[in-house]
């Protein structure tokens, strides 16, 4: 089975840190993501990774950079945590360009985070 | 751009009553993939079916039912005699050529005895 890991399952951060949270997983899969869900708006896209050292925008990217220094290991980077970012953070993974793939995306456990 | 539409927010059951998520798509790619995942409590992301945009067949799985209907951009999912492991979040998402999940807001079912 495809695991995605999340490092930590609850954060309590301060405003104005810098925060990590990383994900890895364990199956060689080119593609990574990181989304955060909001009660009432879903997940949303925050970046994503097709490749080492490859990085696109989501759809909301403002305060959040990434790392992809690996192939199995996305890291989502706030630079400087604010309390409109606490929220809960999922990472996945999949195997594309693979239209094929029968189960699309594999998600980790989420990280929790609360910025005070 | 792709954007999901589930319009009930919450729907509350009583167990073994049938009961149907909506869910509405739109996208401009003319190949995409459809997805519904469930959220339990614990909070991780479980895949439940894909479908792709070629395939209108309906498909059943065990009591789990999926009705695709290009026509009207619908990807419905019916659960048959609910029981109260099936209470949870769930999810539509599309994706086209981008390989991009775009989800809808979520669907909380809750199932009572």
């Known amino acids: 089975d495809v695991k995605v890991t999340q490092s930590s399952r609850y954060l309590v951060k301060r405003t104005g840190e810098k925060v990590f949270l990383e994900c890895v997983q364990d199956m060689d899969h080119e593609n990574m993501f990181w989304y955060r869900q909001d009660p009432g708006l879903g997940l949303r896209l925050i970046y994503f990774s097709y490749d080492v050292k490859m990085k696109e925008k989501g759809d909301i990217p403002e305060g959040y950079s990434v790392s992809r220094e690996k192939k199995e290991r996305f890291s989502l980077i706030l630079e400087s945590a604010s309390t409109n970012q606490t929220s809960m953070y999922l990472c996945?993974?999949?195997?594309?360009?693979?239209?094929?793939?029968?189960?699309?995306?594999?998600f980790g456990s989420g990280t929790r985070l609360t910025v005070v | 751009a792709q954007k999901v539409t589930q319009a009930q927010t919450e729907i509350s059951v009583v167990e073994k009553e049938d009961v149907t998520l909506d869910c509405v798509y739109e996208?401009?790619?003319?190949?995409?993939?459809l997805f519904w995942y469930k959220q339990p409590p614990s909070g991780e992301l479980v895949f439940l079916i894909r479908r792709n945009s070629f395939d209108e067949q309906n498909e059943i799985s065990g009591r789990y039912s999926w009705n695709f209907q290009k026509s009207t951009s619908s990807f419905n999912f019916t659960i048959t005699a609910s029981q109260v492991v099936d209470s949870a979040v769930y999810f539509c998402?599309?994706?086209?050529?981008?390989?991009?999940?775009?989800f809808g807001t979520g669907t909380r079912l809750q199932v009572m005895l």
């Open positions: 996945a993974s999949s195997l594309e360009p693979n239209p094929d793939s029968l189960y699309g995306y594999t």
């Open positions: 996208t401009r790619d003319t190949t995409y993939y």
């Open positions: 998402a599309v994706t086209g050529t981008a390989s991009k999940l775009t």
